[in-house]
């Protein structure tokens, strides 16, 4: 019986978190606010996730892949929220309000391939930060190896890369 309350102040947990902060949030969020306050193992909270997705207390906009609490997971918290202890509550109602800017920052590396013909491959690298596009390069490379190693290349050294390119740019010479 303790092992299906605690289950269940897991899944009250998550639905606090989606109401307070009020706005849909990647599983790697929401998974990083509760595992920086307390002690729930990240493979538990996807879990607990996809069961309240099953539950329509989430809804998973799959096209931006954002959770958002759904109303009747808010009349959840409303009515079994107290299950939640206060001071975990506290605890996390600070973290959001102090480390938002930290919750949303969001930076994707993309490097993806295709082949144009048969001595063309189109390689596009891009770097998005809060959903805004830093940098877009669409490269022809003559073979698919070569297109492969650019794409590793970038994701592995994307952070210099961009500020090389950024420098000659701005650069006056």
């Not at 606010?33 to 989430?58: C, S």
């Amino acid at each position: 019986m303790a092992n299906f309350q605690h289950k269940t102040e897991d899944k009250l947990i998550i639905l606090y978190v989606l109401n307070k902060i009020k706005t849909g949030l990647s599983r790697e969020q929401l998974a990083y606010i509760i595992v920086q306050n307390l002690q729930m193992r990240y493979i538990d909270i996807q879990v607990d996730i996809d069961e309240l997705i099953g539950e329509n207390l989430i809804h998973d906009e799959s096209a931006d892949a954002k959770l958002l609490i759904t109303p009747e997971g808010s009349q959840m918290v409303k009515q079994l929220g107290d299950r939640v202890p206060e001071f975990t509550r506290e605890m996390l109602s600070a973290f959001i309000k102090n480390n938002k800017s930290k919750i949303f920052k969001e930076t994707r590396t993309d490097a993806t391939y295709e082949e144009a013909s048969p001595d063309d491959y189109q390689v596009t690298l891009s770097l998005v930060e809060n959903n805004i596009n830093l940098m877009r390069l669409t490269v022809s490379c003559p073979d698919k190896a070569q297109a492969l190693a650019l794409c590793e290349h970038w994701k592995r050294h994307t952070q210099e890369i961009y500020a090389s390119v950024m420098q000659s740019l701005i650069e006056n010479k």
